[in-house]
């Protein structure tokens, strides 16, 4: 009984693979795989597009959200009068201070509290008022340059000011005052400096120079009126305007 040779086998295997390599790829295959490719594009176009003017909408929906004033009504007791004030929660203390109650004593120098031209006193205690939001100071005692002399009769630093030439071109005065006044204060009360550590007087230590000029680094001049500064406020703290 004879056999297929292995090599006839091979030949027939080998046309049978160039016979199916001929053949071309049906129509309708090729047609079934742009169809597909296009429909899944417009779809995914369609999504995109659909989804653009949403996102754009909500974009503008922040970007409103973020602008439109959120006004609030605070009590501000400036100088011993309440204020009853509507405002944007944004406001500062400075700005609600010199646009809406017309107190234009404390300036505007730096706005980003560097300077010391806005300081003003909160229960006491000095701050920079343009870097305090008038909300945080609802109900508080606020005492601006407008409110420390008594009628006629300045205040005890005010007056030490005019007499030693404590100012120049006047911008920073008020902030320079406000900050003095404080400083007596807060020294009357043992409060201690960086000086007071470093000389080791922490026990009531007397208000040298060094200790003025660190107490009152907070407050600038650009004129340079420093010495004259510290003179006055070291006439005050010894009780003497001169």
């Known amino acids: 009984m004879s056999s297929q040779r292995c090599t006839d086998i091979e030949d027939q295997e080998d046309q049978l693979e160039d016979t199916l390599s001929d053949q071309p790829?049906?129509?309708?295959?090729?047609e079934l795989s742009r169809r597909t490719f296009v429909k899944a594009a417009g779809i995914l176009g369609a999504a995109v597009a659909t989804g653009i003017p949403h996102l754009a909408a909500a974009e503008e929906a922040q970007a409103a959200a973020a602008t439109t004033p959120q006004m609030l009504s605070v009590t501000l007791k400036v100088n011993g009068t309440a204020h009853a004030l509507s405002l944007d929660t944004r406001t500062s203390l400075?700005?609600?201070?010199?646009?809406?109650?017309?107190?234009?004593?404390?300036?505007?120098?730096?706005d980003h509290g560097q300077c010391g031209a806005c300081t003003v006193l909160v229960d006491g205690r000095r701050v920079n008022s343009c870097l305090t939001l008038a909300v945080m100071a609802n109900g508080a005692e606020i005492t601006t340059i407008e409110g420390l002399a008594k009628g006629d009769e300045l205040h005890p630093v005010q007056a030490a000011f005019l007499?030693?030439?404590g100012f120049q071109c006047g911008y920073c005065t008020p902030g320079q005052i406000c900050s003095a006044v404080a400083l007596l204060n807060e020294h009357k009360h043992n409060t201690l400096s960086t000086v007071s550590f470093e000389t080791g007087h922490t026990t009531h230590p007397e208000l040298t120079d060094n200790e003025i000029r660190?107490?009152?680094?907070?407050?600038?001049?650009?004129?340079g009126a420093y010495p004259n500064i510290v003179a006055a406020v070291r006439a005050v703290a010894k009780g003497a305007s001169a």
Do not use: F, Q, V, Y
């Open 25 to 30: 790829t049906s129509p309708t295959d090729i």
């Open 94 to 110: 400075l700005d609600a201070l010199r646009e809406h109650l017309a107190l234009t004593g404390s300036k505007k120098g730096c």
């Open 163 to 165: 007499e030693h030439d």
């Open 214 to 223: 660190e107490r009152m680094s907070g407050n600038i001049c650009r004129c």
